[in-house]
T-cell receptor, first 115, second 110 residues
Framework: GAGVSQSPRYKVTKRGQDVALRCDPI?????LYWYRQALGQGPEFLTY????????KSGLPNDRFSAERPEGSISTLTIQRTEQRDSAMYRC?????????????FGDGTRLSIL | SQELEQSPQSLIVQEGKNLTINCTSS?????LYWYKQKYGEGLIFLMM?????EEKSHEKITAKLDEKKQQSSLHITASQPSHAGIYLC??????????FGTGTRLKVLA
């Protein structure tokens, strides 16, 4: 696609429910990144993939968070047993390849609200 | 761990005025990236700087990276209401995951 596409744009769910957030990167982009952004803050790194391989998951807050990219394209970030503190904007980015000369391009994000 | 500090945190200027936003890193940067964020929208990539002393311009926005690669500035000439938004600097510390500053909220009064 022309840009990074994330769905849903908004998600409201009750505490304890599982949620799955989807990211469709720019076509042909090898690298895919997930970030979380709290209000008034910059995005914070969660995890990233090259192709289907998860390269770094050091930013995932705990084991309720997981991500996959099984075919090296679309990725899903899953949060199990959601808690109110999980409420935030979740952003996905992609880059042509993992390199400092290839900037990351971001989607519009999914705003997650846990009631 | 590496941190990025942006200043000022917020800025209100009259249309037509020039302004500068600064981004300072605690460590040497491998890459410095400027993004603009509008409410409810994604981060729009503006410019990328990699070399010490590098300067890039696009329309009325100029970004510079100092020789030591620890400080960057974003300068807007003759600001317009369309420049309003949140400007974020992001840095790659060598691991391909970006860290970001907390952003500078810019308002341009018509």
């Amino acid at each position: 696609g022309a840009g990074v596409s994330q769905s849903p744009r908004y998600k409201v769910t009750k505490r304890g429910q599982d949620v799955a957030l989807r990211c469709d990167p720019i076509s042909g982009h090898v690298s895919l990144y997930w970030y979380r952004q709290a209000l008034g803050q910059g995005p914070e790194f969660l995890t990233y993939f090259n192709y289907e391989a998860q390269q770094d998951k050091s930013g995932l807050p705990n084991d309720r968070f997981s991500a996959e990219r099984p075919e090296g394209s679309i990725s899903t970030l899953t949060i199990q047993r959601t808690e109110q503190r999980d409420s935030a904007m979740y952003r996905c980015a992609s880059s042509l390849r993992p390199s400092q000369d290839q900037p990351q391009h971001f989607g519009d994000g999914t705003r997650l609200s846990i009631l | 761990s590496q941190e990025l500090e942006q200043s000022p945190q917020s800025l209100i200027v009259q249309e037509g005025k020039n302004l500068t936003i600064n981004c300072t890193s605690s460590k040497t940067l491998y890459g410095l990236y400027w993004y603009k964020q509008k409410y409810g929208e994604g981060l729009i990539f503006l410019m990328m700087l990699q070399k010490g002393g590098e300067e890039k311009s696009h329309e009325k926005i100029t970004a510079k990276l100092d020789e030591k690669k620890q400080q960057s500035s974003l300068h807007i000439t003759a600001s317009q209401p369309s420049h309003a938004g949140i400007y974020l600097c992001g840095a790659d510390s060598g691991t391909y995951k970006y860290i970001f500053g907390t952003g500078t909220r810019l308002k341009v009064l018509a």
